[in-house]
């Protein structure tokens, strides 16, 4: 069982950053990645940036160049930088982390890009 804690959202500008942590506790040697996804009203989950356990990232074109996701191996934390924040960057981010036998996901945590 691994346990997924997010922090870290608010209320920002457009053009503004924010930064996002997700703790991982428990079984965390099993982990293969991990990864942020956000859910807009209306619209289906979607993957904003995944980091494998070698420290691979990728990420759609949507975020590239503007979002970057990071790993604290000692602390078991996984951060997203986000910069040049945009209204539709406007979500509940939820961390997520693979294993062989499942997928854990946190409680999410609230993104808003607003004037």
Known sequence: QVQLVESGGGLVQPGGSLKLSCAASG?????????????????????????????????????????????????????????????EDTAVYYCNARTVMADYWGQGTQVTVSS
């Not at 356990?53 to 074109?61: A, H, K, V």
């Not at 160049?65 to 951060?79: E, L």
């Open 27 to 87: 079984s965390v040697f099993s982990i293969l990645h991990e990864g942020w996804y956000r859910q807009a009203p209306g619209k289906q989950r979607e993957l904003v940036a995944i980091i494998t356990s070698g420290g691979t990232t990728n990420y759609p074109d949507s975020v590239k160049g503007r979002f970057t996701i990071s790993r604290d191996n000692a602390k078991n934390v996984v951060y997203l930088q986000m910069n040049s924040l945009r209204p």
